[in-house]
């Protein structure tokens, strides 16, 4: 069924399966989504210790 389908697409000027414009954009997005995700974990991370680190100095001052 799936081959029929294939061919009457392709026979239609339907290009369904072999349009490939948008995979590089969607893989650039997938890597800045990784890299935002990343970035926002090790801010969150460092974040609470450094706050803690300056409240300490502070204190001492």
């Known amino acids: 069924m799936l081959d029929y389908t294939k061919t009457w697409l392709a ?3 339907i290009p369904l399966f072999n349009d490939k414009r948008g995979v590089t954009a969607l893989e650039y997005g997938m890597i800045a989504a990784l890299i935002a995700a990343v970035i926002i974990g090790i801010i969150s991370t460092i974040g609470g210790q ?3 680190m300056f409240t300490s100095v502070s204190q001492n001052l």
Request: aromatic residues 0%; glycine residues 16%; without cysteine.
């Open 50 to 52: 450094l706050n803690t």
């Open 11 to 13: 026979v239609r000027g």
